[in-house]
């Protein structure tokens, strides 16, 4: 082995990715913003989960016990309920992610040294967030309980948890990945097969070809944009199809919510490919710019990490991610049997991202015409 040549083959290798301002601005700017916004972003960490208590007891007991979700940093008590009817909206509508209820015979069964009952309905679609709620809402009560026990002579738990976990019941994490394994894969495939397509034109020396012939720059860029659609298709109803036959996840929505929702977020992560396409003069820069585009979409879109985890300037940033309104649409059918109705209010963003995105596209491949 000569190391004279290896040695220059590297300098040769550097010279090549810094001679590029694109390529240098890749190397060094965007891996920073990553790792701020990953930083904070990517957490497992629970705080300040929105809790609604309905107490229907009037006693000491129970009051002692809300203080003790109130003092808690793990808990933010958002309202106090009057009644038990709006309980199925407010975990549907994600307006809080549990609910307690303290029955009406709370501080007389604790009186009368009897086992007291408490009930805790939570959001089980997503089942790593409610487990870990579960162990901190158990943490507050056994707390309670051994105070309870050791000033009023207990020698056992005066106080029960029962729990009930909404639209995942026996709080499978299947449930709530599979659905979004279909919007995250969906998003690989359509921007690798548009996201190259143009730069690989014209890193083949045939997009000068390609302008010659009587096609117009919109057609170039549907001819550019259908196969994304076709595969991207294929390759969501192939999960889709795995999902509800091998992984038995339910499916109670319509086909259609989703499918209206797959076409418009196919139409949002093609014009990103497209317009990264359309920027970019070979396939390598294409394929970073790809790549630059995937890993914040999918760390930003609620797939693994619940978005309102993150901080408020990081929660604003996902508003402009696709992924995130495709993978409430996609487990709001799967899991909660949305119709269209419902998931008007995620069609509406995908559909304004798209409009954007092809836009832009447009306005870029135009630009490297002249």
């Known amino acids: 082995m000569n190391w004279y040549r290896v040695h220059a083959l590297v300098i040769k290798e550097f010279l090549a990715l810094l001679r590029n301002k694109a390529s240098r601005m890749v190397l060094i700017g965007p891996p920073v913003i990553q790792l701020i916004v990953f930083s904070y972003a990517a957490t497992f960490n629970l705080r300040h989960v929105p809790v609604m208590i309905y107490n229907e007891d009037a006693g000491a007991a129970s009051r002692q016990l809300i203080a003790r979700f109130q003092g808690s940093p793990y808990f933010a008590v958002e309202r106090m309920l009057t009644s038990g009817r709006h309980v199925a909206d407010i975990i549907s509508d994600k307006k809080a992610l549990l609910v307690l209820r303290i029955g009406p015979r709370f501080s007389r069964d604790l009186a009368l040294h009897r086992t007291a009952r408490i009930e805790v309905l939570i959001d089980g679609r997503n089942s ?181 985890n993150m901080p408020r300037p990081v929660q604003y940033l996902t508003y402009l991610n696709p992924l995130r309104y495709f993978l409430i649409i996609l487990r709001g059918v799967f899991l909660e049997g949305d119709g269209m109705t419902i998931l008007w209010a995620q069609y509406l963003p995908l559909i304004a991202i798209g409009f954007a995105t092809m836009t832009l596209a447009t306005w870029l491949f135009r630009h490297r015409l002249t």
Do not use: C
């Open 128 to 308: 790593n967030t409610a487990l870990i709620t579960l162990n901190d809402v158990n943490a507050v009560i056994q707390s309670f309980s051994s105070q309870w026990a050791g000033t009023h002579g207990w020698r056992t738990a005066p106080a029960v948890l029962v729990t009930r976990a909404w639209f995942n019941p026996n709080l499978r994490s299947r449930w709530f990945i599979v659905p979004g394994v279909v919007g995250l894969l969906t998003l690989v495939v359509a921007m690798l097969v548009t996201g190259l397509s143009v730069a690989r034109e014209r890193e083949a020396g045939t997009f000068d070809q390609l302008l010659v012939t009587p096609l117009g720059p919109w057609e170039i860029l549907l001819g550019k944009a259908l196969p994304g659609f076709l595969i991207g298709s294929l390759e969501a109803t192939l999960i889709i199809v795995v999902a509800v036959l091998w992984f038995r996840v339910p499916f109670t929505g319509g086909v259609l919510a989703l499918y209206l929702g797959l076409f418009l977020f196919l139409l949002a992560a093609i014009g990103v490919g497209l317009a990264i396409s359309s920027a970019s003069a070979t396939q390598q820069q294409g394929l970073l710019g790809v790549f630059l585009f995937l890993v914040p979409a999918v760390i930003l879109s609620g797939f693994a990490t619940p978005i309102a």
